[in-house]
């Protein structure tokens, strides 16, 4: 896509939704590499791809997305730069609302966004007014993240199979005391 769009004399700039994945041992993030083959390394991954290609780009990071049960006046929060946000609940018609008008500011090229929703009456109701104020990636993201996610992701099983074991040991365990108890009843 990026070849792509380095070619094309209409196409402006790269909308990206990721995700939050700067924190490679973050529990989330070892589970979400555990069970879905790195998806959170390799969202990581593709915004350094973007980073670094030349090429006009806005990533953005949303909270957790799929409820449509979330309070919409004056909630809108972003951060720049990737900062981050405490992670909350927003809609797909919030993202992708940011995702239509973040074209509207040229201000937000090359920038890492982090959208989430704060307490009711603490936000914004559009993005236009924080659109204003984004600012460029300043910051030197880390080149890569991989092995630090694989690490994670390899401890975070390593943890889960003892986990497992303990509570495989202790269940058999469990479960011969209750046999014997009830064989010993019937004796």
Not at 6 to 21: A, D, L, N, P, Q
Not at 41 to 64: F, H
Not at 105 to 129: F, H, Q, R, W
């Amino acid at each position: 896509m990026i070849d792509v769009v380095k070619e094309s004399k209409s196409c402006k700039r790269i909308v990206r939704v990721t995700g939050k994945g700067e924190e490679p041992t973050a529990f989330f993030t070892v589970l979400i590499n555990m069970l879905g083959n790195m998806a959170k390394a390799w969202n990581y991954e593709g915004e350094q791809l973007l980073r670094t290609s030349g090429v006009d780009y806005t990533i953005i990071r949303p909270g957790v997305m799929g409820r449509n049960d979330v309070p919409t006046n004056k909630v809108r929060a972003l951060a720049d730069n990737g900062q981050d946000l405490k992670v909350t609940a927003v809609t797909h018609s919030q993202i992708a609302e940011l995702c239509c008008d973040c074209l509207d500011y040229s201000n937000a090229a090359k920038s890492t966004l982090t959208a989430m929703n704060v307490d009711e009456g603490l936000g914004e109701d559009s993005y236009a007014p924080l659109l204003e104020n984004v600012k460029a990636d300043s910051r030197d993201f880390p080149t890569t993240l991989l092995e630090e996610h694989k690490r994670g992701a390899r401890n975070g099983a390593v943890i889960l199979a003892s986990f497992l074991a303990v509570f495989v040991s202790v269940s058999v365990a469990v479960l011969k005391s209750i046999s014997g108890f009830i064989l010993g009843i019937f004796h």
